[in-house]
């Protein structure tokens, strides 16, 4: 029985079922923490960018946000819900999904996050979503940077790269809204930064 309101486990076997066709060249710049919580926000430009960017830290186990329409089909719920996606409902501040999001950082596991909130196959950064930021800001976690180029268009190698951590400790104090702003958008520089790392062109942070 699945329960939609508690924080995947990943199983080995479905952690085994789900990525290992997925082997992508990675270029690390630093490499992750072999423990603790790490948040990784990356760009996202493919439906199959959460399973790449998961072959890509193993290791390490890693979790992630899926939209909630994929959760209303019973074969496909279990199936990604095994491999560490959970529920978000797009357009508006799911504080389910968010919750589950902090559930997995507290305990020391690997998230996920693309900050932007959705794909765009077009590969232009937009601004990130403050939600992301407010993670970020999170005690005794590691924000790591990444990129992934190539997974947009058919036949094209993919590539992966990861940046070094960003360091949001010297975000003033001040209202909640004004520093998770300030720390999503220092995310989507440090993601701005690794794509062309990634194989893709000069981009701007948004």
Not at 6 to 33: F, N, S, Y
Not at 119 to 128: A, E, N, S, Y
Not at 167 to 178: E, F, K, N, Q, T
């Amino acid at each position: 029985m699945i329960d939609l309101d508690q924080a995947p486990v990943v199983t080995q076997r479905w952690w085994v079922a789900g990525h290992i066709l997925l082997v992508p060249p990675v270029r690390w710049l630093l490499r992750l923490p072999h423990t603790g919580a790490v948040l990784i926000v990356s760009n996202h430009i493919s439906q199959i960018d959460p399973p790449i960017l998961g072959v890509a830290v193993l290791p390490r186990k890693s979790h992630y946000m899926a939209k909630a329409e994929l959760f209303r089909i019973p074969f496909v719920r279990r199936a990604v819900y095994r491999m560490g996606a959970f529920p978000v409902e797009r357009g508006g501040a799911d504080r389910r999904a968010l919750r589950l999001a902090r559930d997995i950082l507290e305990r020391g596991d690997v998230l996920l996050m693309y900050p932007e909130g959705t794909r765009f196959t077009d590969g232009v950064l937009r601004p990130g979503m403050p939600g992301a930021g407010s993670l970020g800001l999170e005690p005794g976690l590691t924000v790591v940077p990444a990129a992934v180029w190539g997974s947009h268009k058919l036949f094209r190698r993919v590539k992966v790269a990861f940046g070094p951590p960003v360091d949001l400790s010297d975000i003033a104090p001040g209202p909640r809204s004004r520093r998770s702003r300030e720390a999503v958008d220092r995310m989507m520089a440090a993601i701005a930064a690794l794509i062309p790392v990634a194989g893709g062109p000069h981009t701007d942070p948004p």
